[in-house]
């Protein structure tokens, strides 16, 4: 079992920036790709970034959904079972409630995941 806390949500106005965190316990964390979801009211969840787990050279895969690639970037840290979400030039499209998710290979799809955090409010001003 793997049980995940995010947290770092909150108001913002547009073009802003917050860092969400995502701390893991249970099972071995860097054993797991992670990846983080979201979902706007009365909207289906959506992917938005997934990272590797480490590679061959320390090299980490990381993949994003078309609208915040370059926008948000998505990282961890195995020594803190943490991984991080930042989300820069937010806009308030963005608005959503944000979900971590850990799984046993990088992925898009939500049903590649075994466990997910309750999640973490993210809401966008104009």
């Known amino acids: 079992q793997v049980q995940l806390v995010e947290s770092g949500g909150g108001l913002v106005q547009a073009g802003g920036s917050l860092r969400l965190s995502c701390a893991a316990s249970?099972?071995?964390?860097?054993?797991?790709?992670m990846g983080w979801f979201r979902q706007a009211p009365g909207k289906e969840r959506e992917f938005v970034a997934t990272?590797?787990?480490?590679?061959?050279?320390?090299?980490?895969?990381?993949y994003y959904r078309d609208s915040v690639r370059g926008r948000f970037t998505i990282s961890r840290d195995n020594a803190k079972n943490t991984v991080y979400l930042q989300i820069g030039s937010l806009k308030p499209e963005d608005t959503a409630v944000y979900y971590c998710?850990?799984?046993?290979?990088?992925?898009?799809?939500?049903?590649?995941?075994?466990?997910w955090g309750q999640g973490t409010q993210v809401t966008v001003s104009p």
């Open positions: 990272i590797s787990v480490i590679g061959y050279n320390t090299y980490y895969r990381t």
């Open positions: 249970g099972r071995a964390f860097s054993n797991y790709a």
């Open positions: 998710a850990a799984g046993r290979i990088e992925s898009s799809i939500a049903d590649d995941y075994h466990y």
